[in-house]
């Protein structure tokens, strides 16, 4: 790897990449947590949910929700990453963990329990924060 592109990214922006790989191995394992329901449940394709067991629903909507909202953290985790890639990375990490603990508690199939992983909130917002600072200290603002 050549110095250049060390010289665009911020020292230490590997955490965040870092982070972005955690990030992926939380969405395979709620996938495969989804197909095993799948089969456990008898949820054949293209059917999303059961007419008969609320678990596989529980199930599914952790899978569901976590790629609802993924597509915005990982863009305020990219930019929050650019000014502030250890903060970033923490708080991504916060995020990522955070959709386990909420799954965990979902897959007992009372819905009420993926509330614990309502700590994700203080990554999630945590990266929006950093990311709006950054751009306003880009617009000269701050």
């Keep these: 790897m050549g110095d250049s592109i060390r010289d665009l990214l911020p020292e230490n922006f590997g955490y965040v990449i870092l982070t972005f790989c955690y990030s992926q191995f939380m969405l395979m394992y709620l996938a495969v947590k989804v197909g095993q329901g799948r089969k456990k449940y008898d949820v054949k394709y293209p059917k999303m ?3 008969k067991d609320q678990v596989f629903n529980c199930i599914q909507r952790a899978h ?15 930019i929050a990453g650019l000014a502030y890639p250890l903060a970033a990375s923490i708080l991504g990490v916060i995020w990522v963990s955070s959709r386990f603990s909420y799954a965990w508690g979902y897959y007992t199939g009372d819905p009420e329990k ?3 992983g309502a700590y994700g ?6 990266v929006m924060i950093l990311s709006i600072t950054f751009a306003l200290k880009l617009l000269g603002v701050m």
């Design 49 to 51: 949910y059961s007419e």
């Design 64 to 78: 569901q929700n976590t790629l609802e909202v993924f597509p915005s953290w990982i863009i305020f985790q990219l």
């Design 114 to 116: 993926r509330m614990k």
């Design 121 to 126: 909130y203080i990554g999630y917002f945590g």
